[in-house]
């Protein structure tokens, strides 16, 4: 049986508030710290052309990982706090990994 595929979710979001939203993501990992599931791995990156401009890239296990997580009220709640922080609604894409590779 084929292993389930990675997932990974890109959040588009702008903020000039990135020190209180940083502060709501450490909040969070403590919280889930002791719950199973959730995002493995993390990525944030600023836009250099548009400074209060980030991408988050969240990697899931599977896609079903993903939508568990999803569906979790207190992602939810954390997604509602953040959205609150941004000067644009967020824009998420879903992918599906096809190729990982460590360069270095």
């Known amino acids: 049986m084929e292993a389930p595929?990675?997932?990974?979710?890109i959040i588009d979001f702008e903020t000039e508030r990135i020190e209180e939203m940083?502060?709501?993501?450490?909040?969070?990992?403590?919280?889930?710290?002791?719950?199973?599931?959730g995002p493995t791995h993390r990525l944030v990156l600023q836009d250099r052309n548009q400074p209060g401009r980030y991408l988050v890239v969240l990697e899931f296990d599977s896609y079903d990982e993903a939508m568990r997580n999803n569906s979790d009220?207190?992602?939810?709640?954390m997604a509602e706090q953040m959205a609150a922080l941004c000067s644009r609604p967020p824009s998420f894409t879903d992918c599906d990994v096809r190729e990982m590779t460590e360069l270095k």
């Open 73 to 77: 009220p207190e992602t939810s709640r």
């Open 5 to 9: 595929m990675k997932f990974a979710q």
């Open 22 to 37: 940083r502060a709501l993501v450490q909040e969070a990992d403590k919280r889930a710290s002791s719950r199973s599931g």
